[in-house]
């Protein structure tokens, strides 16, 4: 019913750029909250950003003032803009979006994951 596709990800030195994108195709209705998981080796998904229907967007502290979420409605597209790379911040990362179907149904889908890696 519903598809999330990843792109993006890539391998970049410390202090680079990239720009991950999501897009949702399928039997939607409507979109409501998007956001931005990652997992590092060993470690458990955490939230890196979202911005729900109203543009508001939150950040872990661990990116703010280097990541950006965006939206673009009409492309049923989130994107994140990483800059100033660490190599802390590689890992796995996912996109999440909540969306109400056609069939009038609410849930969270999970994109499937783009690899980001940082190098010193």
């Known amino acids: 019913q519903v598809q999330l596709v990843e792109s993006g990800g890539g391998l970049v030195q410390a202090g680079g750029s990239l720009r991950l994108s999501c897009a949702a195709s399928?039997?939607?209705?409507?979109?409501?909250?998007m956001a931005w998981y990652r997992q590092a080796p060993g470690k458990q998904r955490e939230l890196v950003a979202s911005i729900n229907s109203g543009d508001s967007r939150n950040y872990a502290d661990s990116v703010k003032g280097r990541f950006t979420i965006s939206r673009d409605n009409a492309k049923n597209t989130v994107y994140l803009q990483m800059n100033s790379l660490k190599p802390e911040d590689t890992a796995v990362y996912y996109c999440n979006v909540r969306i109400t179907t056609t069939f009038f149904s609410t849930n969270d889908y999970w994109g499937q994951g783009t690899q980001v890696t940082v190098s010193t």
């Open positions: 399928g039997s939607i209705f409507s979109i409501n909250a």
